[in-house]
């Protein structure tokens, strides 16, 4: 039985994306780009969309594995282990970084008395307790949220461009092009989350759809992030989103509901973005620990969850500062992409080359698997 529909899978996609770094997006963008921050932006969101274009062809053409399985198939399983073992690296250390990312905005937002410690250890053990559950309860999670991420955020980055000017988004391809690439690769590298798809599609009910919910996967937070960095840098100005650490949480302070009902808007963003950094910390956690059971031919991954944790903890606390972590996240992003782009276009030409294709999937007259 494969239980997952397109709906679900676009909501698991869309929500593993736009996760914690929807605060600091204006700013990654205005460093690289100036004005050609939306520029920058938009490229990024398009590089996104061909990694994830190559990971739903693999997951077609094997509707029944993860990339971690089918890629023991391609490339042979002594250099597929090493291969997941570099994603299962990578996404812990992903993980580590939007925990620490997330104990960071809650100390300096709201809880300020509260020991760092404390808020990333409280998220990444909600985060391993949800992991342990079923692939269905898993998609029922982000179906769940969706609405709850998306409406909220819409609402504010809209109202937010009655503040908004058009000169400051004047020269639109920007004033400094010296570091545009690698603008482009840190906004590429944002979409990490949606690498979650490799292993939903093995239960999808009619894997070929897998197309369609890629593309709503990635339009929704693509056209979210674009929208987000257009206003902040239209309220704000380049020059001033550089001074601060989170734009889009400075974009909601400066605005209001009609009729003021409620003046501030940064406790509505910091709620729906708690709720963003969950959703995203469960899927990268539950694609962590379902690829280090298929890397050992386990049928439980439940036993992994807490066994990870530790470790994923000690690398959150690494950094020495909001600086330095910041630091790590670009630099372990850019290397990412290697793992979530290159990785797959390898994978795609050596399986084409050798002709290799998974079994095709039986569908019944009722349209079930």
Same mark, same amino acid.
Request: net charge positive; glycine share 6%.
């Given at each position: 039985?494969? =239980?997952?529909?397109?709906?679900?899978?676009?909501?698991?996609?869309?929500?593993?994306?736009?996760?914690?770094?929807?605060? &600091?997006?204006?700013?990654?963008?205005?460093?690289?780009?100036?004005?050609?921050?939306?520029?920058?932006?938009?490229?990024?969101?398009?590089?996104?969309?061909?990694?994830?274009?190559?990971?739903?062809?693999?997951? +077609?053409?094997? =509707?029944?594995?993860?990339?971690?399985?089918?890629?023991?198939? +391609?490339?042979?399983?002594?250099?597929?282990?090493?291969?997941?073992?570099?994603?299962?690296?990578?996404?812990?250390?992903?993980?580590?970084?939007?925990?620490?990312?997330?104990?960071?905005?809650?100390?300096?937002?709201?809880? $300020?008395?509260? =020991?760092?410690?404390?808020?990333?250890?409280?998220?990444?053990?909600?985060?391993?307790?949800?992991?342990?559950?079923?692939?269905?309860?898993?998609?029922?999670?982000?179906?769940?949220?969706?609405?709850? +991420?998306?409406?909220?955020?819409?609402?504010?980055?809209?109202?937010?461009?009655?503040?908004?000017?058009?000169?400051?988004?004047?020269?639109?391809?920007?004033?400094?092009?010296?570091?545009?690439?690698?603008?482009?690769?840190?906004?590429?590298?944002?979409?990490?989350?949606?690498?979650?798809?490799?292993?939903?599609?093995?239960?999808?009910?009619?894997? $070929? $759809?897998?197309?369609?919910?890629?593309?709503?996967?990635?339009?929704?937070?693509?056209?979210?992030?674009?929208?987000?960095?257009?206003?902040?840098?239209?309220?704000?100005?380049?020059?001033? +989103? $550089?001074?601060?650490?989170? =734009?889009?949480?400075?974009?909601?302070?400066?605005?209001?509901?009609?009729?003021?009902?409620?003046?501030?808007?940064? &406790?509505?963003?910091?709620?729906?973005?708690?709720?963003?950094?969950?959703?995203?910390?469960?899927?990268?956690?539950?694609?962590?620990?379902?690829?280090?059971?298929?890397?050992?031919?386990?049928?439980?991954?439940?036993? !992994?969850? !807490?066994?990870?944790?530790?470790?994923?903890?000690?690398?959150?606390?690494?950094?020495?500062?909001?600086?330095?972590?910041?630091? !790590?996240?670009? !630099?372990?992003?850019?290397?990412?992409?290697?793992?979530?782009?290159?990785?797959?276009?390898?994978?795609?030409?050596?399986?084409?080359?050798?002709?290799?294709?998974?079994?095709?999937?039986?569908?019944?007259?009722?349209?079930?698997?």
């Amino acid at each position: 039985m494969r =239980p997952i529909t397109a709906v679900q899978v676009a909501a698991i996609v869309t929500s593993s994306t736009i996760g914690v770094g929807v605060l &600091a997006v204006p700013l990654l963008a205005v460093r690289t780009a100036d004005t050609g921050a939306p520029l920058v932006t938009l490229l990024g969101t398009l590089v996104a969309l061909f990694g994830l274009f190559l990971v739903t062809v693999l997951g +077609i053409r094997f =509707p029944d594995q993860s990339i971690i399985q089918y890629s023991e198939d +391609i490339i042979g399983r002594g250099i597929a282990f090493v291969a997941s073992l570099g994603i299962v690296s990578f996404f812990s250390i992903l993980m580590a970084l939007i925990s620490r990312e997330f104990g960071e905005v809650v100390i300096t937002s709201i809880l $300020k008395r509260t =020991p760092l410690e404390v808020t990333v250890l409280a998220m990444l053990l909600l985060a391993a307790v949800f992991a342990r559950t079923d692939i269905v309860t898993f998609a029922s999670i982000h179906l769940f949220y969706l609405p709850f +991420i998306m409406v909220p955020g819409w609402i504010i980055v809209l109202l937010s461009l009655k503040n908004s000017r058009v000169l400051n988004l004047l020269p639109v391809w920007g004033n400094e092009h010296h570091e545009l690439f690698f603008g482009i690769l840190t906004i590429a590298a944002l979409f990490q989350g949606s690498f979650i798809i490799t292993m939903v599609i093995p239960f999808m009910k009619k894997p $070929k $759809k897998a197309y369609l919910s890629m593309i709503w996967g990635w339009f929704m937070p693509s056209f979210f992030f674009v929208l987000t960095v257009i206003s902040a840098v239209a309220v704000f100005g380049p020059e001033e +989103i $550089k001074l601060l650490m989170w =734009p889009t949480l400075e974009l909601a302070k400066t605005t209001a509901l009609p009729a003021n009902i409620l003046e501030r808007l940064d &406790a509505a963003i910091l709620a729906v973005w708690v709720t963003n950094v969950f959703t995203t910390l469960l899927s990268i956690f539950y694609l962590t620990i379902k690829s280090i059971t298929q890397m050992f031919h386990l049928q439980n991954h439940k036993m !992994f969850a !807490f066994c990870l944790l530790p470790f994923i903890f000690l690398i959150a606390m690494l950094p020495q500062s909001v600086l330095q972590m910041y630091e !790590f996240v670009e !630099f372990f992003g850019k290397i990412g992409l290697f793992i979530t782009i290159c990785y797959p276009i390898l994978l795609l030409l050596i399986a084409v080359i050798r002709k290799k294709r998974g079994k095709p999937v039986a569908v019944n007259e009722n349209g079930s698997s």
